[in-house]
């Protein structure tokens, strides 16, 4: 054997681990691809169910929304008419019963006074101390 024929049974050898390598190369991607396309083929199945329910929930919470929308449209009209109504009792009863109160103060203050004198004015002396009106003067402390 000559050299050229050790190199090219060498090459020969090369070639063939080569073309193996590749054809389980191959073989492994062909798998990795059928389960990929299993993978999406049980993905799909899945997920189609799931959109329908969604899509009903979403029509749910969209039947939902409308019926709270009317709800607060009607509590808002229920509010305007608590205001007019609290409006209309406070300016049908406010001014005469501040009428009749102001009426009734006046009675009870000139009921109360029996005399038309003034009371009596305090007035302060700088530097003095005056007794306590509570504990009485010394004066009058040992009457009584």
Do not use: C, H
């Not at 990795?32 to 993978?39: D, N, Q, R, S």
């Not at 899945?46 to 607060?72: E, G, K």
């Amino acid at each position: 054997m000559s050299g050229g024929e050790v190199a090219g049974i060498l090459v020969a050898v090369f070639w063939a681990i080569l073309v193996s390598f590749l054809a389980l190369v191959l073989v492994r991607l062909a798998q990795t691809l059928k389960a990929a396309t299993k993978l999406v083929a049980d993905v799909s199945e899945q997920a189609v169910p799931l959109l329908a329910d969604a899509s009903a929930t979403v029509r749910s919470a969209n039947t939902q929304l409308a019926r709270v929308d009317s709800i607060a449209a009607d509590v808002q009209e229920v509010t305007a008419n608590a205001s007019a109504l609290s409006s209309t009792v406070s300016s049908a009863f406010g001014g005469p019963l501040v009428k009749v109160a102001a009426f009734g103060y006046g009675v009870r203050r000139a009921m109360g006074r029996k005399d038309d004198a003034p009371a009596p004015r305090r007035s302060v002396i700088v530097g003095t101390s005056l007794p306590s009106a509570r504990r009485g003067s010394r004066r009058t402390r040992g009457k009584g």
